[in-house]
């Protein structure tokens, strides 16, 4: 089991930056995949970013791209996803998850994710 909590969700204004926060406990951080997700109100959940295990691979939605950044800190069992020049439309509840499978490469399918956490709100302004 993998247990991950969000933080650093909040209300900000158009074009500010936000850091979010996942800390992840009970299995080898290192041995995981890890990846952000959002779902807006109304919407279907939706791939943000994901990180290789050493951080040697990262990649991001288009809408993101260029504003975001994913990274990870294995000695303090953590990723995190930078956020720039937000957009209201970047208004969501963003999900941490993880995939614990051996021998796999990081995706965007939702459902190659084993865990995941209990989501963090993040609320842009115009």
């Known amino acids: 089991q993998v247990q991950l909590v969000e933080s650093g969700g909040e209300l900000v204004q158009a074009g500010g930056s936000l850091r979010l926060s996942c800390t992840a406990s009970?299995?080898?951080?290192?041995?995981?995949?890890m990846g952000w997700f959002r779902q807006a109100p109304g919407k279907e959940r939706e791939f943000v970013a994901t990180?290789?295990?050493?951080?040697?691979?990262?990649y991001y939605a288009d809408s993101v791209r260029g504003r975001f950044t994913i990274s990870r800190d294995n000695a303090k069992i953590t990723v995190y996803l930078q956020m720039n020049f937000l957009k209201p439309e970047d208004t969501a509840v963003y999900y941490c998850?993880?995939?614990?499978?051996?021998?796999?490469?990081?995706?965007?399918?939702?459902?190659?994710?084993?865990?995941w956490g209990q989501g963090t709100q993040v609320t842009v302004s115009s």
């Open positions: 998850a993880a995939d614990a499978a051996l021998f796999t490469s990081p995706t965007t399918r939702a459902y190659d994710y084993d865990y």
């Open positions: 009970g299995r080898t951080f290192s041995g995981l995949i």
């Open positions: 990180i290789s295990r050493n951080s040697a691979y990262t």
